[in-house]
T-cell receptor, first 110, second 115 residues
Framework: DAKTTQPTSMDCAEGRAANLPCNHS???????VYWYRQIHSQGPQYIIH???NNETNEMASLIITEDRKSSTLILPHATLRDTAVYYC???????????FGPGTRLSVLP | NAGVMQNPRHLVRRRGQEARLRCSPM?????VYWYRQLPEEGLKFMVY????????ESGMPKERFSAEFPKEGPSILRIQQVVRGDSAAYFC?????????????FGDGTRLSIL
């Protein structure tokens, strides 16, 4: 699996957009980019994933650069409940498990 | 549509006892994954199962740990002769298929404490 690099922590004001970057410069052509988050004491929650194109769902948007070496997860209007650790993961091959790094600890501030 | 169900949520065992952790995947999901999270650490993959088959157990300790996913019923992670170092949160995830375009959906875990 390609290695990912994320900032250790970030702050965001409530109501503003939270932009979480992820670097995956060694990504291969068939590797998907996944984002999960983990709120304290809960299981990881799936947010979004993509291969090449930008993706949007009810939770977030995923922007992948044209060379696919980095991506940004956007939470358009952050709330206090979005405070969590966010994990960026790249995944390849059938049945491949997810490799969770340390992630980014996002704190949404009132 | 119910999510991944794990039970018990909390389990306390004394050293030397057995621990059994259960996981019911989401409806329509036949692929199950088990992960372990030690305090203040990230999740570590343990084992991947598809109905009645172990596909990948590269993350499982060689001794005392076993997993199954029978044709009927939940997946079971079994830890025999537990030790203090087994204290952790154990998470189960399921997916509809095993290809890389299928997200895994996680349960809220079982917190195992060894006295």
């Amino acid at each position: 699996d390609a290695k990912t690099t994320q900032p250790t922590s970030m702050d965001c004001a409530e109501g503003r957009a939270a932009n979480l970057p992820c670097n995956h410069s060694t990504i291969s052509g068939n590797e998907y980019v996944y984002w999960y988050r983990q709120i304290h004491s809960q299981g990881p929650q799936y947010i979004i994933h993509g291969l090449k194109n930008n993706e949007t769902n009810e939770m977030a948007s995923l922007i992948i650069t044209e060379d696919r070496k980095s991506s940004t997860l956007i939470l358009p209007h952050a709330t206090l409940r979005d405070t969590a650790v966010y994990y960026c993961i790249v995944r390849v091959d059938y049945g491949q498990n997810f490799v969770f790094g340390p992630g980014t600890r996002l704190s949404v501030l009132p | 549509n119910a999510g991944v169900m794990q039970n018990p949520r909390h389990l306390v065992r004394r050293r030397g006892q057995e621990a059994r952790l259960r996981c019911s995947p989401m409806k329509g999901h036949s692929h199950v994954y088990w992960y372990r999270q030690l305090p203040e650490e990230g999740l570590k993959f343990m084992v991947y199962l598809q109905k009645e088959n172990i596909i990948d157990e590269s993350g499982m300790p060689k001794e005392r740990f076993s997993a199954e996913f029978p044709k009927e019923g939940p997946s079971i992670l079994r830890i025999q002769q537990v030790v203090r170092g087994d204290s952790a949160a154990y998470f189960c995830a399921s997916s509809r298929a095993g290809n890389s375009n299928q997200p895994q959906h996680f349960g809220d875990g079982t917190r195992l404490s060894i006295l």
